[in-house]
Nanobody
Framework: QVQLVESGGGLAQPGGSLRLSCAVS????????MAWYRQTPGKQHELVAA???????SYRPSVKGRFTISRDNAKNTTDLQMNSLKSEDTAVYFC????????????????WGQGTQVTVSS
């Protein structure tokens, strides 16, 4: 079994900061892409940031320069540092990982965390 557990959500004021963390545990051979998505009521998941095993990153334009994604390959964790938060960043944030549980697995499987609420409000 594979589990992704997020932590660090909560309430922040506009202009404030929050740091989200995600730990991947279970039977894991390798993790490729790790990412953070977010979802607001009535909308689909939207990709916030992604990071490759080598550390290459990508961000949606609205968070570029404010959010930073990182990962620790030894610990199977990924963090999302969110600065200069805006009310439009309010959402449930989900951790996402593409991984192989066995060395002989032909392709990655995608796993999701349970989500953590981020609310930006004064």
């Amino acid at each position: 079994q594979v589990q992704l557990v997020e932590s660090g959500g909560g309430l922040a004021q506009p202009g404030g900061s929050l740091r989200l963390s995600c730990a991947v545990s279970g039977s894991i051979f390798s993790i490729s892409r790790m990412a953070w998505y977010r979802q607001t009521p009535g909308k689909q998941h939207e990709l916030v940031a992604a990071i490759s095993p080598g550390g290459s990153t990508s961000y949606r334009p609205s968070v570029k320069g404010r959010f930073t994604i990182s990962r620790d390959n030894a610990k199977n964790t990924t963090d999302l540092q969110m600065n200069s938060l805006k009310s439009e960043d309010t959402a449930v944030y989900f951790c996402n990982a593409d991984l192989k549980q066995r060395s002989w697995s032909p392709t990655d499987s995608t796993y999701w965390g349970q989500g953590t609420q981020v609310t930006v409000s004064s």
